[in-house]
């Protein structure tokens, strides 16, 4: 036989056996490679269940107290291990006297990027989170030299030690590890925090849970948006809330400061005395009536109905808990989740959006109020309307939704002219008004 006929014959006996290997005998055998070549190295993987890997770990309940003691337990020591990560006082001082030696000019207070490299080495591991490259860059500010202040940047460390420390001691109250503080934790932290806030000493011990219960509801009006009952310790730690509440730390506060800090004993004080002033058969909750006296007292019925619709009511009567909300959207409508809260009680027909009869029925009340105050002068719905929608500009010419609310920039008033007589004359006067001299001018 010759060499042309075996060469035949193998390249025959190749296909048959070429052949014979299916797609799925191929990745077996593929696999059964891979297998061996894995325990040859110590990886052997044959022994590991099959699917997707654990994504999500529950969370123990009341009925496993060891697990729930081992997760304490873990948490306990994770939040230790992260204050020891954080500067102390010493730490802190030293690190200005590092940054003190090596300004550039004693006069100017400004340190090159070479020397703050520098400090970053001599100041040790701890110090090194906070002296990236990326904050040197931040805190330029338009010196010819490229360099940078080193009060800025000291502040800077300052600031984020005390964000770190914060965000620790609000971990230590969140009790299912989360990321998030309830309701019942927030009251908690505030509780414990009360002995610390010298501004706070002349309250009586029996105010103290209607005080925490005023704080508590503005983090949670403000900062659950999606009314879960709970708020992000990241969102806490963002907004200027916790700033003006640790503020009352602070020996010498001015009287005019703690008037506009909603946290201040003063400010307390003041929404819980209108609360009481407004229960006139001191049963401790508001009626549609009681609540008609709001303010000026000029809150319209139609707004005033939507009110006890929509909000949380106890046989039809308000408690103090949806008293400080309804407070907080009427004193903030300028801001977006007051808007929302406000839009929600205007939407009648629950739709998502505010036509022309939504509107012509909140202004009806307005021109009703306007003839009892005894007001000779007759507005028209059409001329309002035209107004409204022309403040507001939406998208759809004959629909308002709370996202053309919020885009214009002229919330607040829209919002003003629908629910009280008050507002809406201040918009018809409001050329009056700006002439008018101020005082203290």
């Avoid at 061996?36 to 590991?48: E, I, N, P, R, V």
């Avoid at 330029?140 to 800025?152: A, E, L």
């Avoid at 948006?225 to 709970?230: E, I």
């Avoid at 009536?289 to 308000?318: H, I, N």
Wanted: aromatic share 10%; proline share 4%.
């Amino acid at each position: 036989m010759d060499l042309k006929e075996l060469l035949k014959r193998k390249i025959k006996k190749l296909e048959e056996d070429e052949n014979k290997i299916t797609p799925e005998i191929s990745l077996k055998l593929e696999d059964e490679h891979f297998q061996a070549l894995l325990k040859k190295w110590g990886k052997d993987t044959s022994t590991q269940k099959q699917g997707l890997p654990r994504f999500f770990n529950r969370i123990p309940n009341d009925s496993e107290p060891l697990r729930l003691k081992l997760r304490e337990d873990s948490r306990a020591n994770l939040h230790k291990r992260k204050n020891l990560t954080i500067l102390d006082r010493n730490e802190l001082n030293n690190l200005w006297v590092l940054l003190d030696n090596h300004q550039s000019s004693p006069d100017e207070q400004l340190i090159t990027y070479a020397d703050f490299q520098k400090v970053s080495q001599l100041a040790g591991p701890k110090v090194k989170p906070y002296f990236k490259p990326s904050v040197f860059a931040k805190l330029q500010q338009g010196d010819p030299q490229g360099r940078v202040s080193i009060i800025s940047l000291f502040n800077y460390v300052m600031r984020k030690v005390w964000t770190d420390q914060t965000r620790v001691g609000l971990s230590v109250y969140d009790t299912t590890g989360q990321g998030y503080l309830t309701e019942t934790e927030l009251e908690n932290y505030i509780t414990e925090l009360l002995p610390t806030l010298c501004q706070l000493d002349g309250l009586e011990k029996s105010f103290h849970s209607f005080y925490v219960c005023t704080a508590v509801r503005k983090f949670l009006f403000f900062l659950d948006v999606v009314r879960a009952n709970r708020v992000r310790i990241l969102d806490i730690l963002a907004c200027t809330f916790l700033d003006d509440l640790l503020e009352l730390r602070d020996e010498d506060v001015s009287k005019e400061v703690q008037e506009q800090n909603w946290f201040s004993a003063p400010s307390a004080l003041r929404i819980y005395g209108h609360y009481l002033n407004l229960d006139r058969d001191h049963n401790g909750m508001l009626s549609k009536s009681e609540l008609a006296s709001y303010g000026s007292g000029t809150l319209t019925k139609p707004f005033l109905d939507r009110v006890f619709q929509t909000c949380l009511t106890y046989s039809g009567e308000m408690d103090y808990k949806t008293y400080l909300d309804l407070v907080l959207a009427l004193e903030n409508r300028g801001e977006p989740q007051a808007l929302a809260f406000l839009f929600r009680i205007l939407d009648i027909q629950e739709c998502g959006y505010l036509d022309a009869f939504t509107l012509n029925y909140f202004f009806r009340a307005i021109q009703d109020q306007m003839k009892a105050h005894g007001s000779g002068q007759t507005v028209s719905f059409e001329d309002v309307k035209d107004e409204l929608f022309d403040m507001v500009r939406p998208k759809d010419p004959e629909k308002i939704t709370l996202s053309d609310l919020l885009a214009c920039g002229q919330g607040e008033t829209f919002v003003s002219i629908l629910i009280e007589f008050q507002g809406f004359w201040a918009y018809e006067h409001r050329e009056q008004i700006s002439s008018e001299p101020q005082e203290g001018i």
